[in-house]
Structure formats: structure tokens, C-alpha cells
DNA sequence: TATAATTCGGACAAAATTATCCTTTATTTT
DNA sequence: AAAATAAAGGATAATTTTGTCCGAATTATA
């Protein structure tokens, strides 16, 4: 469903804002550490969602990553996805044509476009907080 | 959604039926030519469509492609999705969590698996006669 | 029986995605 | 001011996916 890029933005985005509510900026190391990735490919991903606005990044010591209380509920889903994987996910046709529309649909259109007009409303509903504090609760899990 | 060759592989299958209801047994360049695709990738799909009965194929002259009439309706696009991009879509965890289950949700788990089985839904429930009466009556299109 | 048409199968090539390494830049602390 | 720490960015490598090529096997037809 996701690039792999982007199960690994979605996971440090979400482990970013769980500390952030704790009042803590972490490292990219510690992102990678926690949320089990590759370091160095987890460093790029945190640099597009810096450059897209996500999160936020402090250089030099003490620096990290974080995000602000507030961001978390404007920040949904659909922009990390969006920030990492493109809009792929919203456009083109199960299919691959390249003219595939309401008026000349593909065999599948009708079908595959309620499936991913409730994709797209899951990922534009879905605030990073609500994630975050499914963690916090102890709800939900990010390790293994 | 699907990978490329998951993409080639319905459009193909499709496209057999549909030449099937004409009675008419087609060849491997006559499909690509027909679902726009490359030529000898989609040789190597329609081997793999073939190895697990999704259609049925003839060698040499006048052999081709074919699908009975009954099987158009046995066979589901799961099936066709599966023979070629395996169980993927079905299983595992939407962030890549190698332990993610209803015991130990990842963050996302729910909405998820809700997306996913409504997809499954309509994969296990879609046929290839469906899809292929729908371009026969010229309702959707297959080209381009 | 020879020829031609067709799928089958293996090896190879190109492109995209995933992943690593190393240098530069910014910033805090000493 | 120097040193140390952390993100940013560029170059490169590994892996997977997509795609090509060519010879072998099968079979209808001349």
C-alpha cells in the first residue's frame, strides 16, 4: 500500500510527536533506534518531512526533531503520505491506464475509486496526534 | 496499488475473456497490443496467469490464449492479484511492523485493516466475466 | 516430414526503490 | 575561539521491479 519510505516517515513522524508531547526533541538515531529502520534512509525521510513542514528540525547540539502541540492535530495522515510518496495514492487508474475517467472508465473504475475515496478520507481525518496518544496510552505499539 | 505486473496481468486477463466470448483465441502480441503493455514482460505474466489456471494457453500455430466461459466466473481478481503479486496486499501490518495484530495494534492498525478488507471484499467478489461484459456492451474501455 | 507459428524458460539489462557513507553546515558548550 | 554534536546534502551501492532477448519445446499446416 505504502512505500516502505513512507511506513518508516509515517512511524518517526508518529514516535517524533509521542516524545514531543513528553516535552522531548529527539535524534535521528533515536527515531531509527526506536522505531526500527535504517538510520542513514531514516535521516532523508525526516529531511522531506522537515522541508514539507511535519515536523520541525533544530541543528547543533541538543538539536532533533520535534513537532508543537498544535501542528499535531493539523497534520494528518494524508500529508506525510503526500510529503513522501507523492500523490500517487490519490491519482491515476487501478489499472494503469492513462485514460481511465468517469466517462471512459476502466472495467474496474467504479469499484476501485470507492475504495480509495475512503483511503483518502481515512488519511485526511487521521491526525498525528490521535496516533501519538494511542501510543501514549499504551493502546497501541511502534516497536517490532 | 497494485504493482505493474499486477496491473498488466488484469488488464490482460480481461482482455482474454472478453476475446473468449468472441470465441476467439489470442496471442501474446495481440494482447499487449491491445492493453497497450510491453510486449515480452507481459509474455512473462501471462505464464505466470497461466501456471496458476487463471487462463489457459495453447502452443504453436493458431495456439494462443483462451478462458472457458464458466471459469470467467470462478475466477476472481484475488485470484488474478494473487498469482501474480502474491498474498502482499492481505497481509501484514500497514507501517511494516513485523508484530502488529489486534493484541498489539501498531497506531493505525484498525482504520487500516478496515480499508483492507473492503478492498478484499471487492477482490474476492469481482469477476473476470463482470469485468469483461462491461467493455463488451462498451460500457468501460480497456485502451490507453 | 519440413516449416512456420506460437508459448515456455532462462539469462541478461535498465530503471526505480531502498539503503549507506562521508562531507558540509549550523549551533551549543567548553 | 575551539571542540563537539546534530541535521543537511551529495555521491554511491545494493536490491527489487520492470523490461528485453533469444533459444528450446510444442504443434498445426503445407
Not at 510527536?17 to 513528553?22: G, H, N, P
Not at 510529503?83 to 487501478?94: K, L, P, S
Not at 487521521?126 to 496518544?133: F, H, P, Q, V
Amino acid at each position: 500500500m505504502f512505500s516502505k519510505a513512507c511506513e518508516y516517515g509515517i512511524r518517526a513522524a508518529v514516535y517524533v510527536a509521542l516524545q514531543s508531547l513528553e516535552g522531548r526533541r529527539v535524534s535521528v538515531n533515536e527515531i531509527a533506534e526506536e522505531i526500527d529502520s535504517p538510520v542513514a534512509f531514516t535521516a532523508k525521510i525526516l529531511q522531506q518531512l522537515t522541508r514539507s513542514k511535519v515536523i520541525h528540525s533544530v541543528k547543533g547540539p541538543t538539536g532533533g526533531f520535534e513537532i508543537e502541540r498544535t501542528d499535531m492535530d493539523t497534520v494528518k495522515l494524508s500529508m506525510i503520505v503526500h510529503a513522501i510518496d507523492g500523490d500517487n495514492i490519490y491519482v491515476g487508474c487501478g489499472l494503469g491506464l492513462k485514460e481511465c475517467n468517469a466517462k471512459k472508465p476502466c472495467p474496474l473504475h467504479d469499484k476501485f475509486v470507492a475504495i480509495r475515496t475512503d483511503l483518502k478520507k481515512m488519511l485526511e481525518s487521521t491526525s498525528l496526534y490521535e496516533l501519538a496518544t494511542g501510543l501514549e496510552v499504551g493502546l497501541t505499539y511502534l516497536k517490532r
